[in-house]
């Protein structure tokens, strides 16, 4: 998509978008459902057979914050796809997690990166940690006439904030609020599980290897609970996505160390 010179110097991407290709625009414009007619509460569980993401979670720690999730997505009471991706790099300091309905969640993932990336490309700067949690609050209440049919999103949003030199974690509601949590935050499915065992287990001073077991552990535990939520797979070689995030920007953690954490995991487990 090319610029035109009424373009330049806006450096919002939908509103470009929204002049130059409605019929694009359209896919994001939620305006146009409010003369939709929701479906009624015995429809709605019936109507609604979308893949749905389930857990994510991040954790800060001494040197940064994680931010994680499984790989399963379900389909009523069965597993829809075993390797979809639920955590994205967002920049060169910051990273969200999706939960909820599969499609909406990549779509708003992907559009955010894009944002992001176009801002600063336009603007000539970085933009800071706390406006793109605040841009991010509006494009979740954008999404509130597709999450009143059923379609919801609920992001966490980490990142690193190299002037302030501290990690942060933002938590979001299907109306936009943007609430910012100093330690650790899971939701999804097995949210609540995962959360249970961050309680226990979690230490803000933690080293990066210490908060990773517990990462993994908190995952194991939500697995364990929660039909939604997929454990290690080592037949299959699927293991969580864990991404690091500090002052030298964002890291995956390979397959072969997650893979080591859930060995060991299972080894203390059958000792105990």
Not at 92 to 117: D, N, R, T, Y
Request: charged share 30%.
């Amino acid at each position: 998509m090319l610029l035109d010179v009424a373009d330049y110097g806006n450096s919002d991407f939908l509103e470009i978008l929204k002049r130059r290709r409605p019929e694009l625009y359209a896919a994001f414009n939620t305006e146009a459902l409010s003369d939709v007619p929701l479906p009624s509460a015995r429809h709605h569980a019936a109507s609604l057979d979308a893949l749905k993401g389930t857990t994510v979670l991040a954790a800060v720690y001494k040197d940064g914050v994680i931010i994680a999730g499984d790989r399963q997505a379900v389909e009523g009471f069965q597993v829809g796809e075993r390797r979809i991706q639920k955590v994205y790099e967002v920049d060169e300091h910051s990273a969200i997690a999706i939960a909820g309905v599969a499609g909406p969640c990549i779509e708003m993932a992907k559009l955010f990166q894009v944002e992001v990336e176009f801002y600063e490309k336009i603007e000539g700067t970085t933009l800071s940690l706390e406006g793109k949690a605040n841009h991010l609050s509006n494009m979740v209440k954008s999404n509130l006439g597709m999450a009143l049919q059923g379609l919801y999103v609920i992001p966490i949003f980490a990142g690193y904030d190299p002037k302030e030199k501290q990690a942060k974690i933002y938590k979001y509601d299907v109306t936009g609020g943007r609430y910012e949590e100093a330690d650790y935050h899971a939701i999804g499915s097995g949210g609540k599980d995962a959360q249970t065992t961050l309680k226990k287990r979690y230490s803000k001073d933690m080293a990066r290897d210490e908060v990773l077991r517990v990462v993994a552990e908190a995952l194991w535990d939500a697995a364990d609970e929660d039909l939604g939520t997929a454990g290690p797979d080592m037949i299959r070689g699927i293991y969580p996505t864990i991404k690091c995030i500090e002052r030298r920007g964002v890291s995956d953690i390979a397959d072969s160390e997650v893979e080591r954490l859930y060995t060991e995991l299972i080894e203390n487990l059958r000792e105990m």
